[in-house]
């Protein structure tokens, strides 16, 4: 998930600018929003942290492991087609066994993932090979091991970001730590509502105590990103159930649509079609829309024989829709299209919202600046608290 606001930890929202706890159901509110804020706040001060280089995750990898320049070809240059590409691949990288294809058009490349093959020396590292699609010609392999600067970085930011390098229960946790944010978000505006009758909106006291000062600048702040802090509470705690989610597609939605046959072991099965013919199938099933992936068969997934593609379209909001192909490995034919279920779709939809990436660098800077205010109403949170519980 990406970086989260909202009120945070223990801050108080008097009715008035005293230190009595709020009574009746104020109270109820008031210890809603301490301890749910209290619980998550220094973990949503690590994912906003680690949020923050993420929003620029292109940018900072351009800069940093800059890539060889695109050479201009001659017009009437024939593309190679996919086959002839993994060809080359498999002749440099024997030891590898290929696992996906990416075909991406701006600028237009293909990418390939390796992983170790039976034959492979123990510690071999998986790679991930790019070419140029208008000519083939190979343009970088990097292992994962072997990673520039900027990959290195985003990699680290990455895993802090979306599960603290504890896997999926590291995603659940802080799925719960979202929901949990969520939460005090929403008992802060319930406990903001008295205290605006008291304070013309936008008021800082910066007059009075210090503590005071904070207390309405957090407050203000915290009103102010209400919206978006909530809808970034709510995405990211959705975004840390993606991998149940896909399991759980896997073994309904998936094998539902194979279910007319029963699928052989993997050495039934060979040899398979081209990957290219693999390709023209699916784009003929899905007109319209572009089909950017396709994974190798494989019995992990509970497809040993078919490949899967993923299609989506040409818009701001499409390309985060995907559908997926299903094409029999062995003979080429069209198994299935597969509309998403509507929690995957859900998911989806939440990704733009979440990311922010679908205008560019200046909803970039945008979610940047927010993700920054959020850090200081997290840090005056923390303040508050501090500073209330002294004697």
């Not at 991406?104 to 590292?125: E, I, M």
């Not at 000519?135 to 970088?140: I, K, Q």
């Not at 985003?154 to 995603?171: A, C, E, K, S």
């Not at 730590?177 to 936008?202: N, Q, R």
Request: net charge positive; aromatic share 8%.
């Amino acid at each position: 998930m990406r970086p989260q606001a909202g009120a945070a930890p223990g801050a108080r929202q008097p009715a008035s600018p005293s230190r009595r706890a709020p009574a009746g159901r104020g109270k109820t509110w008031y210890w809603l929003h301490k301890w749910s804020s209290l619980v998550c706040t220094l973990f949503l001060l690590v994912v906003c942290v680690s949020g923050l280089p993420l929003i620029f995750d292109e940018e900072i990898v351009a800069w940093l492991d800059p890539s060889p320049p695109w050479p201009t070809l001659a017009p009437a240059t024939p593309a190679p087609s996919l086959d002839a590409i993994i060809d080359a691949a498999r002749a440099r990288h024997g030891e590898h066994r290929i696992v996906d294809v990416e075909v991406l058009r701006d600028p237009p490349r293909v990418t390939l993932g390796l992983a170790p093959g039976p034959q492979a020396a123990p510690g071999t590292p998986s790679l991930r090979l790019e070419f140029d699609a208008r000519d083939g010609a190979p343009r970088a392999a990097i292992a994962d091991s072997d990673e520039g600067l900027g990959r290195r970085i985003v990699t680290l930011m990455t895993r802090l970001h979306i599960d603290l390098y504890g896997g999926l229960p590291g995603q659940l946790f802080l799925g719960a730590m979202a929901l949990l944010f969520a939460l005090a978000v929403v008992s802060g505006v319930v406990l903001y509502h008295p205290y605006m009758k008291k304070l013309p909106f936008g008021t800082v006291r910066g007059h009075r105590a210090r503590r005071l000062k904070w207390l309405d600048l957090h407050n203000l702040l915290g009103i102010v990103t209400v919206t978006w802090a909530l809808m970034m509470g709510l995405t990211g705690a959705l975004h840390e159930l993606a991998v149940p989610f896909f399991r759980h597609w896997l073994s309904t939605d998936v094998q539902a649509a194979l279910s007319t046959g029963r699928e052989p072991s993997p050495a039934d099965v060979a040899p398979w079609v081209p990957v290219q013919q693999a390709y023209a199938t699916a784009r003929a099933a899905v007109p319209g829309r572009q089909v950017e992936s396709l994974r190798f068969p494989d019995a992990g997934l509970g497809l040993p024989r078919h490949y899967l593609l993923w299609a989506k379209g040409d818009t701001a909001l499409g390309a985060h829709l995907f559908d997926a192909v299903l094409v029999d490995a062995p003979t080429g034919k069209l198994t299935a299209v597969l509309d998403m279920p509507w929690y995957l779709r859900a998911l989806q939809f939440s990704r733009p919202l979440h990311y922010g990436d679908t205008a560019g660098l200046p909803l970039k800077l945008i979610w940047a600046a927010l993700d920054l205010v959020m850090i200081v109403i997290l840090g005056s949170g923390l303040y508050l608290w501090r500073r209330r519980a002294r004697p």
